[in-house]
């Protein structure tokens, strides 16, 4: 069964420094999502984007964060200067369809440990 | 508006009892409420869904009641199993929006 795969499993990272978390989506997905966990609490939506646009994103999305998809298939996270309160889980996720329609497929997460 | 509130926080059950597990929501534009399973290290995973339009949706073990009048769904795991010891989310989203919005969380532990 196809899955969405992530890397790497767990970063560790200096507050300050950039990191990339890469995402390889369901093949004929199209819609993809950053969501993330912080530890003990919910999971959050963080980005969508479609069509190497972004179409929707949360008020945690903010210009420390961007993404891409640099190839045809990976999609990046990057965080610009990590902070502490980066410190979390983060998935992706992808869908056949967006706005409301499609399930979304969730990946294992990479843990982001920022110090 | 955009909360879904989620309960018990955590929940032991005994094999082959009931596991029930509540959530409730403001937003009426909300049209979709998934539970999604996640164990240890992995990520979440979609359990069984709904939307308003009907009151109850079953998959085997697994039962979503829905009261939309109250703005509140459940989850009914019957003849729960070890193996159903997971976090479980509730969720939602609304029509024509990318994100879904999570609950907390339940961690239901099932003793053998």
């Known amino acids: 069964e196809p899955e969405v795969t992530q890397t790497p499993s767990h970063q560790v990272t200096q507050m300050g420094q950039e990191v990339i978390l890469r995402c390889v989506p369901i093949?004929?997905?199209?819609?993809f999502y950053w969501y993330r966990q912080i530890l003990g609490q919910k999971v959050e939506f963080l980005v969508s984007?479609?069509?190497?646009?972004?179409?929707?994103k949360s008020e945690i999305f903010d210009d420390q964060f961007s993404v891409e998809r640099p190839d045809g298939s990976n999609f990046t996270l990057k965080i610009r200067s990590t902070k502490l309160e980066d410190s979390a889980m983060y998935f992706c996720?992808?869908?056949?369809?967006?706005?409301?329609?499609?399930?979304?497929?969730f990946g294992p997460g990479t843990r982001l440990t920022v110090l | 508006q955009q909360q879904v509130k989620q309960s018990p926080q955590s929940l032991i059950v005994q094999k082959g009892g009931i596991s029930i597990i509540n959530c409730a929501y403001e937003?009426?534009?909300?049209?979709?409420f998934p539970w999604y399973q996640q164990f240890p290290g992995k990520g979440p995973a979609l359990l069984i869904a709904?939307?308003?339009?009907?009151s109850e949706k079953k998959e085997g073990r697994f039962t979503i009641s829905f009261n939309k009048s109250a703005k509140q769904f459940s989850l009914h795991i019957m003849d729960s199993q070890p193996g159903d010891s997971a976090t479980y989310f509730c969720?939602?989203?609304?029509?024509?929006?990318?994100?879904?919005?999570f609950g907390k969380g339940t961690r239901l532990h099932i003793l053998p």
């Open positions: 996720a992808s869908s056949v369809g967006g706005s409301g329609i499609g399930t979304q497929y």
């Open positions: 093949s004929n997905h199209l819609y």
């Open positions: 984007f479609y069509n190497n646009e972004i179409s929707e």
């Open positions: 937003n009426t534009a909300f049209d979709y």
């Open positions: 709904i939307r308003p339009d009907v």
């Open positions: 969720a939602a989203r609304r029509n024509r929006d990318d994100k879904i919005i």
